[in-house]
C-alpha cells in the first residue's frame, strides 16, 4: 500500500506531465476526410512570457512560429497522409528547454490501401460544437454563416480565416470560390449538426447539378458511387488539382479500386501494341489533347451497357470505332 508522501509525489509528476500548452485542434482521435487539418495551440502565461519558437508537424509538413509578447493562440493548417498522422508540437523557451505534446488522427479515404479502415479508436467528431468555438471566439467570427448566400468578399465569411487552405489548389468548385458556404453547410442551431453536411452527400449535389441526376438515375447500370450517393468519394466538394475537382488524376482514381486493371494494359491480348489495349500513358484519339484513360471508353457515372461503356454503346465493335474508324 502506497503512502500519503508517495501517492503526493505522483500526483505532483502527474501535474507536471500535463501542464503547459494546450492543443486545442484537432480533437485527439478524430476522422478527417480533407487532406489538411487545421491544427490550434493556446499558450500559458508564463510560455508566452520565456518561449522562442512554437512548432507544428504532421509528417513531412511542418511549420515553425516565433513567439509573439501579445499572442497566445497559434493556427495554422497543414497537410496530413491517408491513414493514421500525428500532429507534433513542440515549444522551446529562451534556455532552449522543450515541451512535446500530441494528438493522433485519421484521414479517412477508400481511395487509399492504409486508410480504408480507421482503427475502433477513431471517430467522426464535429468540431463546430459551442464549446468548442467559445475558445476561438476571441480571435475568430463564430457567428452564425451569413442569410446571404454569397458575401461581398472573402474575408467576409466567418468561414474563410481558418478554412481558406480548402481553396488553394488549382480548381475550386463554385461555392468555395465564392464561399457560399451555406449552399452545403447549414446552421441549424443544434451544436452536434451545426455546418454538417448529409450523408449521403448527392441530396447537396443534385440540388444545382439536378440534370445530371436525370440522366443518371435512368441508366440502366450505375456505377458504385453515383448509386450511393457518395459523390465525394471521387470528387472534393472543395477543390482540386484535377480535372473535374477529382481527389487524383483519373487513371490513379480508377484503378484505386480497380486494381486489377493497375497494369497499364486492358481489353484483348494481342489486340494492339503486342500485348493488349493501353489504359493510359498514350494520346486519345477520339479526344484530341487529351490522355487516354479510363473515361476513353467507360462512363464513370451511368450507362445503358453493362460494362458501362460511353454513349451507350451496346456493342463492342461500335465502341471501338470511336478510335479506330478505318
Known amino acids: 500500500m502506497k503512502s500519503f508522501s508517495q501517492i503526493f509525489i505522483i500526483f505532483v509528476i502527474l501535474i507536471h506531465i500535463t501542464e503547459g500548452f494546450e492543443i486545442l485542434a484537432p480533437i485527439k482521435n478524430s476522422i478527417h476526410n480533407e487532406e489538411f487539418v487545421s491544427i490550434s495551440v493556446k499558450l500559458t502565461e508564463d510560455e508566452i512570457e520565456n518561449g522562442v519558437s512554437l512548432e507544428f508537424k ?83 467570427d463564430m457567428s452564425s454563416l451569413p442569410e446571404e448566400l454569397i458575401p461581398e468578399s472573402p474575408e467576409k465569411s466567418p468561414c474563410y480565416s481558418c ?57 440502366k447500370y450505375v456505377h458504385g458511387p453515383t448509386s450511393t450517393g457518395q459523390c465525394n468519394i471521387c470528387h472534393n466538394p472543395h477543390s482540386s488539382n484535377n480535372i473535374f475537382f477529382l481527389k487524383k488524376p483519373i487513371w490513379r482514381l480508377c484503378t484505386s479500386c480497380h486494381a486489377e486493371k493497375a497494369s497499364g494494359t486492358h481489353v484483348l491480348a494481342g489486340f494492339v501494341f503486342g500485348k493488349s489495349h493501353p489504359t493510359h500513358g498514350r494520346p486519345d484519339p477520339s479526344r484530341p489533347g487529351r490522355e487516354l484513360v479510363c473515361s476513353s471508353c467507360h462512363n464513370p457515372h451511368a450507362s445503358n451497357y453493362k460494362f458501362m461503356f460511353n454513349n451507350d454503346y451496346t456493342g463492342d465493335r461500335y465502341l471501338c470505332q470511336m478510335c479506330h474508324k478505318k
Request: glycine share 4%; charged share 30%.
Open 58 to 140: 504532421v509528417g513531412k509538413s511542418y511549420f515553425m512560429f516565433g513567439m509573439n509578447p501579445e499572442r497566445n493562440v497559434y493556427c495554422k493548417a497543414l497537410k496530413i497522409k491517408p491513414g493514421k498522422n500525428i500532429v507534433e508540437i513542440t515549444y522551446t523557451d529562451q534556455d532552449g528547454k522543450q515541451k512535446k505534446k500530441n494528438v493522433e488522427i485519421f484521414r479517412y479515404s477508400i481511395l487509399y490501401k492504409q486508410s480504408e479502415e480507421p482503427p475502433a479508436k477513431f471517430e467522426e467528431k464535429a468540431f463546430h460544437t459551442r464549446s468548442n468555438e467559445d475558445r476561438c471566439k476571441k480571435c475568430h
Open 163 to 219: 478554412h481558406k487552405v480548402l481553396t488553394s489548389r488549382k480548381k475550386i468548385h463554385a461555392p468555395s470560390a465564392n464561399w457560399a458556404c451555406n449552399y452545403c453547410h447549414i446552421d441549424v442551431g443544434i451544436s452536434y449538426q451545426r455546418y454538417e453536411t448529409p450523408f449521403p452527400i448527392s441530396e447537396k449535389c443534385f440540388s444545382c447539378h439536378e440534370y445530371r441526376k436525370r440522366i443518371w438515375m435512368n441508366k
